[in-house]
T-cell receptor, first 119, second 110 residues
């Protein structure tokens, strides 16, 4: 059973960089797209971007200028960096697996981690 | 890219059926059979309920079913139960290679 676990600081100061890591267990990180999705308090889901195991990325155009995804296949981990954060970036951040080919859905999700932007 | 449009709320009594719509465009919902639905209980991660418009993952109750017509996908929950009370989100692959979720629907069991 594939499991994902987010980790990282819960509090980030405005204008700084939010950094989160997702650890994948119970399966290989190879041959899937690995995504970040966020949910502001009381609001809906927003796709941030995905990274393929070979490092190819795709970002939400609305966040592209501030987002960097990276992957470490040797550690079965992938990471999110979101720069120049403001209060609007306060959200629960989820990592999730997105399939290849015809598997165009998110089948495994982490439990989510709340990142609060505040001084 | 705009979010897919869902009703803000839907309600029903135990045992009844409800249907949640998800309206997009020909670039997303109407152009592919890659619509999925997610159930989210408060404080929990979303859970995949339907994929490829109408397929259920292993372990998901057959009370949940999906369909699509033109640019609108639908999720039907039959035999409504208390535990079905949750938020539901649709999602569609898009030919623009960006990914959009629906606006979300709160289901209330009366």
């Amino acid at each position: 059973q594939v499991q994902l676990q987010e980790s990282g600081p819960g509090l980030v100061k405005p204008s700084e960089t939010l950094s989160l890591t997702c650890s994948v267990s119970g399966g290989s990180i190879d041959n899937y797209y690995w995504s970040w999705i966020r949910q502001p308090p009381g609001k809906g889901l927003e796709w941030i971007g995905w990274i393929y195991y070979n490092g190819i990325t795709n970002y939400n155009p609305s966040l592209k200028s501030r987002v960097t995804l990276s992957i470490d296949t040797s550690r079965n981990q992938f990471s999110l960096k979101l720069s120049s954060v403001t209060a609007a970036d306060t959200a629960v951040y989820y990592c999730a697996r997105y399939g290849l080919g015809s598997q165009k859905y998110f089948d495994y999700w982490g439990q989510g981690t709340l990142a609060t932007v505040s001084s | 890219q705009s979010a897919l449009t869902q009703p803000a709320s839907v309600s029903g009594s135990p045992g009844q059926s409800i249907t949640i719509s998800c309206t997009g465009t020909r670039s997303d919902v109407g152009g592919h059979n890659y619509v999925s639905w997610y159930q989210q209980h408060p404080g929990k991660a979303p859970k995949l309920m339907i994929y490829d418009v109408s397929y259920r993952p292993s372990g998901v109750s057959d009370r949940f079913s999906g369909s699509k017509s033109d640019n609108t996908a639908s999720l039907t929950v039959s035999g409504l139960q208390a535990d079905d009370e949750a938020d539901y989100y649709c999602f569609s692959f898009s030919s623009s290679i960006t990914y959009v979720f629906g606006t979300g629907t709160k289901v209330t069991v009366l």
